[in-house]
């Protein structure tokens, strides 16, 4: 099945700074979505986006499917950022949809 | 509109005692999904329908779990003879369609299952 890697798997950031978290992915695919779980636990679409540039306030996201790797763009950090982002990827077609996540990036962002 | 409900959030349960978990998807969502989510890790595939039909049950982890979705909105997640291992968060998803641009996935808030 597709193996989907994130890095880093940690993140400790001052507010303020920006990142860029990534994914990459084994195979193709036509579904790609990135989630924030928040520390209540709420998994938060932020992104659907199997190719292409998509922008929505201070995060961006960039997906090249030719290459098998996502990124996402957290600009000017704020502490309501910190949780875990989820990359999830999906092949639809066929007999199933699911949605194949990865280990998922820990960001923690100190006031 | 309203998002995707799931009842109960949180569910304590003995050992050996059966439970259903109930997934209310956003109204018009045609695909429903379920996932499992262990602490520190991204959730995992369970079943998935399209209207009443289940398409997909490869990730159901035995034959204690089944699901269902009989009118094609509403879906229940029983598992029979709880065991510790079955411990975890259990979500629910939906979209508008199973292929295209419906594909999008919303989530619930999840159920926190613990089995003592």
Avoid at chain 1, 44 to 73: D, H, M, W
Avoid at chain 2, 63 to 84: K, V, W
Wanted: aromatic content about 12%; proline content about 5%; charged content about 15%.
């Amino acid at each position: 099945g597709i193996q989907v890697e994130q890095s880093p798997p940690d993140l400790i950031l001052q507010e303020g700074a920006n990142s860029t978290l990534r994914c990459n992915f084994s195979d193709s695919v036509n579904n790609l979505q990135w989630f924030h779980q928040n520390p209540w636990g709420q998994l938060i679409n932020l992104f659907y986006i199997p190719s292409g540039t998509k922008q929505n306030g201070r995060l961006s996201a960039t997906t090249v499917a030719t290459e098998r790797y996502s990124l996402l763009y957290i600009s000017s950090s704020q502490t309501t950022d910190s949780g875990v982002y989820f990359c999830a990827v999906g092949r639809y077609g066929g007999a199933t949809n699911k949605l194949i996540f990865g280990t998922g990036t820990l960001l923690a962002v100190q006031p | 509109g309203a998002g995707v409900s799931q009842s109960p959030r949180y569910k304590v349960t003995k050992r050996g005692q059966d439970v259903a978990l109930r997934c209310d998807p956003i109204s018009g969502h045609v695909s429903l999904y379920w996932y499992r989510q262990a602490l520190g890790q991204g959730p995992e595939f369970l079943t998935y329908f399209n209207y009443e039909a289940q398409q997909d049950k490869s990730g159901l982890p035995n034959d204690r779990f089944s699901a269902e979705r009989p009118e094609g909105s509403i879906s229940t997640l029983t598992i029979q003879r709880t065991e510790q291992r079955d411990s975890a968060m259990y979500r629910c998803a939906s979209s508008l369609w199973g292929s295209g641009t419906g594909y999008e996935q919303y989530f619930g808030p999840g159920t926190r299952l613990t089995v003592t």
